[in-house]
């Protein structure tokens, strides 16, 4: 019995007590590992979150985000707080509902700009970008989009820059500014070739042939159509294929070539057909 209290003296005297003990004389090593738990578990939902979001489980993403989101909130951590807020919007864009996309990812710019977060911020401001582009309101897009490109630049983001150059070739070009379009196009066209997109390079001589079809200069449509078509071959994407043929014909119709028109949709009409693209058909 004398022993079992002097070895339970001498545990107190030196310190070896229990994890209360140990608390109690240092409130701040608690405090702590309670703020560093919280983190570790904030950003496994937010990677929890992401892996469902890939998955399509938008409903348990969306839970995942909001836990994580109280979490870094209890933390008080801005950054989480908006990557998370972007996110959420991300969710209700896939869900159809833009208004309250909008709402999350304006939140998410506000933090952004609070703690001078450059990276964040060019997200946002994209995804407000897209968001207007589905909306049609072109005005927006512009607005945003204009921002987020002088930030892909400052970054030195190359496909950021080229993923905003044509958002605002579509833009200038749906409010009936061609030569702007054309411009924007133009410059969007170099980081692609620069970066060896070949799909958004098709993609990108499609558009500029409709608005030089859409001027009325139908040499200018049928040359960029011609080199849309000649890459959809290399990379057999017979959906851009079908599209530079359809285009094509448009474009002899309108220059009064019909025997050529008819041979151009006559190709596309099989293409249709093998793809199973009714609406083409």
Do not use: C
């Not at 348990?60 to 909001?66: D, G, N, R, T, Y």
């Amino acid at each position: 019995m004398r022993s079992h209290f002097i070895t339970s003296a001498l545990t107190i005297a030196l310190g070896l007590a229990t994890p209360i003990a140990l608390t109690i004389g240092f409130p701040e090593v608690a405090v702590a590992q309670t703020v560093d738990q919280r983190k570790v578990e904030a950003d496994r939902l937010r990677q929890q979150g992401r892996e469902q979001f890939q998955s399509n489980q938008l409903e348990a993403a969306s839970q995942s985000w909001q836990q994580a989101l109280q979490l870094y909130r209890e933390i008080n951590d801005r950054q989480g707080e908006g990557r998370i807020f972007n996110n959420l919007g991300l969710i209700y864009k896939a869900l159809s509902d833009s208004s309250k996309a909008i709402e999350f990812y304006e939140k998410s710019l506000l933090i952004s700009r609070e703690i001078s977060d450059r990276f964040l911020e060019r997200i946002v401001l994209s995804n407000l970008g897209n968001i207007y582009q589905s909306l049609d309101n072109y005005s927006k897009v512009i607005n945003y989009q204009e921002q987020s490109l002088a930030i892909f630049r400052e970054l030195k983001d190359r496909e950021g820059e080229g993923n905003a150059l044509e958002s605002l070739g579509l833009a200038y070009h749906a409010l009936g500014d061609d030569a702007k379009g054309i411009d924007y196009y133009e410059q969007y066209l170099a980081i692609v070739r620069e970066l060896k997109d070949k799909k958004g390079e098709g993609n990108t001589l499609g558009n500029l042939g409709r608005i030089y079809f859409a001027l009325g200069n139908y040499a200018k449509a049928i040359e960029y159509q011609e080199r849309l078509l000649a890459i959809s071959r290399e990379i057999k994407n017979r959906k851009g294929e079908g599209n530079a043929l359809e285009s094509l014909g448009l474009a002899y119709w309108s220059l009064g070539n019909y025997a050529k028109a008819i041979e151009y949709q006559e190709r596309r009409l099989v293409i249709a057909r093998e793809i199973k693209d009714r609406k083409g058909e």
